[in-house]
Nanobody, 120 residues
Framework: QVQLVESGGGLVQPGGSLRLSCAAS????????MGWYRRAPGKQRELVAS??????????NYADSVKGRFTISRDAAKNTVSLQMNALKPEDTAVYYC???????????WGQGTQVTVSS
């Protein structure tokens, strides 16, 4: 049973915008901080944005490389986590994944991700 489904990726020119969405099970969504991760070609997966849960839902964190450009948010009614990506750069090109924070070590706990390609 799929528990995390990412969508919204695509091909965009530098300076463009994309909005990624992640549908999570309510068990994952309600009891964990959530984050967006990315894996660029030849690189390890990195956490680019996170958002707290419960009383910490207002706390967000961003990697230095995306601060001021990306915004993470929750929609509790739909059990979704979104990532608004603005002013995209070629170095943002990667497969983007949604998951709890910290990320689980087992491969089976990750979805397929969604490809973001920034190129002219």
């Amino acid at each position: 049973q799929v528990q995390l489904v990412e969508s919204g990726g695509g091909l965009v020119q530098p300076g463009g915008s994309l909005r990624l969405s992640c549908a999570a099970s309510e068990f994952i969504f309600n009891f964990n901080a959530m984050g967006w991760y990315r894996r660029a070609p030849g690189k390890q997966r990195e956490l680019v944005a996170s958002i707290g849960s419960g009383f910490a839902a207002g706390i967000t964190n961003y990697a230095d490389s995306v601060k001021g450009r990306f915004t993470i948010s929750r929609d509790a009614a739909k059990n979704t986590v979104s990532l608004q990506m603005n002013a995209l750069k070629p170095e943002d090109t990667a497969v983007y994944y949604c998951n709890k924070v910290p990320g689980p070590p087992d491969f089976a706990s990750w979805g397929q991700g969604t490809q973001v390609t920034v190129s002219s």
